[in-house]
């Protein structure tokens, strides 16, 4: 199931980049607040996913316009497997643990109120349309290693080859991260370029930092993920961090279905 279309394929929509205005630098210190405070004064549906998703333009007197994509809660298709109504909380928990890592490069993301309700509102990457997993060939392997990481450690159960997307400037950005958090071992990816390879050294500590922050009840991280995933969420993100770092190897494909169906 795909979740949650990918940007590439939201511009691909149009046939290329995606109209309107250039999205907001990613950068920007100020770029999450502009996406909590900004007008939405345009809203397009994004076909070909499982859950409304649309293409807005934002309006901020300060910053002008930018793109950015919106999920509502309203919006999110019933499954078996993750509690309804809590895909848009994982998006924002994905990003919150990326940002505390310091990698991979998710855009910025908030939850606000949309024309339909609370969901959660991305920031648009300007990217390639035409680029993704598939097409990378033996480039960007540092920026897979860090996604692969991130993707065992959050359980992310969705990485399809169009959630990863390459901007102007050759950076790579992954998006889509709805369905991670389960308790249960739900990883499925087409990102096994580094399996039963060691995790480098860096990936490491920084796994090891996240550990410290979680485990002090008056960080500000442990607080935030408290409110969007259940207890047992939590706990289960604590032991793959363990887990991880215990092994020190990316993991191996397990006997769960472990790629997505589509794989881009």
Aim: glycine share 8%; charged share 20%; proline share 10%.
């Amino acid at each position: 199931m795909d979740a949650h279309p990918s940007q590439s394929q939201n511009a691909g929509a149009s046939g290329g980049r995606a109209p309107g205005p250039r999205a907001w630098d990613p950068n920007c210190p100020d770029v999450l607040r502009w996406l909590e405070q900004a007008e939405i004064v345009a809203t397009r549906p994004i076909p070909r996913g499982s859950n409304a998703t649309f293409l807005v333009r934002l309006a901020c007197p300060e910053a002008g316009e930018s793109l950015a994509v919106y999920k509502p809660r309203r919006g999110e298709a019933p499954l078996w497997d993750f509690p309804s109504g809590t895909l848009y909380r994982r998006e924002l928990g994905a990003y919150l643990v990326s940002q505390a890592l310091g990698w991979p490069a998710v855009p910025p993301t908030v939850i606000r109120n949309g024309p339909y309700g609370v969901g959660t509102v991305q920031l648009y990457i300007d990217h390639q349309p035409e680029t993704h997993y598939f097409t990378f060939g033996g480039a960007h392997l540092p920026d897979l290693q860090r996604i692969a990481a991130f993707d065992a450690l959050t359980n992310n159960a969705d990485r399809k080859g169009g959630h990863c997307l390459e901007d102007a400037a050759g950076r790579v950005w992954c998006i889509d991260h709805g369905l991670t958090f389960h308790t249960d071992y739900k990883l499925r990816t087409v990102v096994w370029d580094f399996h039963g390879q060691p995790i480098p050294d860096d990936l490491l500590d920084a796994l090891q930092a996240l550990r410290e922050r979680l485990d002090q009840p008056d960080d500000p991280l442990v607080h935030a993920l408290g409110e969007l995933l259940a207890p047992a969420e939590v706990h289960a993100l604590l032991r793959r961090s363990d887990a991880l770092r215990e092994a020190g190897t990316f993991p191996e494909p397990g006997p769960y279905r472990n790629t997505p169906w589509p794989m881009v």
